[in-house]
């Protein structure tokens, strides 16, 4: 089987058990994630890249932040939409933008760098005054997060 441009794939593995949609709630619960708003009133930005685990990189669990990502951890309309709606109605007081090195959505590591900088001052800009925002890159070679 393949879908290109990533080349073959495997199919499921049969030996474990694929997961439904009706275990979803019981890994929340044993995670301890049961309240809608985020324990850390936090919500991270990222990129949609497979290679980042933003709550294991910020030392977080299942139920600390919300998670919003995008290709490139880009500042768009709707990324904002969705922070002014965990604001307003989830309680999330700060927010922490992470880009990472060898991204597919910038040119460079300077450009997503630049981009993280441009995305904080966009937040900054529309969120109210006290909300904190933080712009972080992590490095995909070594797990190292530096400020942007």
Not at 11 to 22: H, L
Not at 100 to 118: K, N, Q, Y
Request: charged share 20%.
């Amino acid at each position: 089987m393949s879908w290109e441009p990533f080349g073959s794939t495997r199919p499921p593995d049969t030996a474990t058990p694929a997961a439904s949609p009706a275990a979803e709630p019981a890994l929340c619960a044993r995670a301890g994630a049961t309240r809608q708003a985020p324990a850390q009133g936090l919500a991270i930005i990222t990129c949609m890249d497979a290679r980042i685990d933003p709550l294991g990189a910020l030392g977080l669990r299942l139920g600390d932040a919300n998670v919003i990502r995008n290709a490139g951890a880009t500042v768009s309309d709707d990324v904002l939409r969705s922070l002014h709606a965990a604001e307003s109605l989830l309680g999330v007081r700060r927010a922490v933008l992470i880009g990472h090195t060898d991204c597919a959505g910038h040119d460079s590591d300077e450009s997503a760098r630049v981009s993280l900088i441009d995305g904080a001052r966009r937040i900054r800009g529309t969120m109210p005054d006290g909300f904190g925002v933080e712009a972080l890159m992590y490095d995909v070679a070594t797990g190292a997060l530096t400020p942007a």
